[in-house]
């Protein structure tokens, strides 16, 4: 998948995350969480992975964790990409 503009998705409330994305050369993730201690590498894990998944391979990315679960990680990252990404011509 090919990100093409800016997107985001989530809010700043407790227990939710706040996912921001645009194009970028090669996988840059930044992540600012209040849990970041105990749980920052299983967060990037999370936001790897769901990458990895999308086949993405150029996108700066970037997190405002406030105790998000991974489910809901992975959810908001998604919902990024899926509006980051190029459409398809009809």
Do not use: N
């Not at 970041?36 to 990895?52: K, M, N, T």
């Not at 990315?61 to 489910?71: F, K, M």
């Amino acid at each position: 998948m090919e990100i093409c503009r800016r997107a985001a998705a989530g809010t700043l409330e407790s227990s939710d995350v706040y996912v921001e994305l645009e194009p970028g050369e090669g996988i840059q993730v930044e992540i600012d969480s209040v849990v970041g201690p105990q749980f920052g590498d299983a967060i990037e894990a999370a936001v790897r992975s769901s990458l990895e998944e999308f086949q993405v391979r150029d996108v700066h990315i970037r997190l405002v964790d406030r105790g998000a679960l991974e489910c809901v990680i992975r959810a908001r990252v998604e919902t990024a990409l899926m509006r980051g990404r190029e459409e398809e011509q009809a």
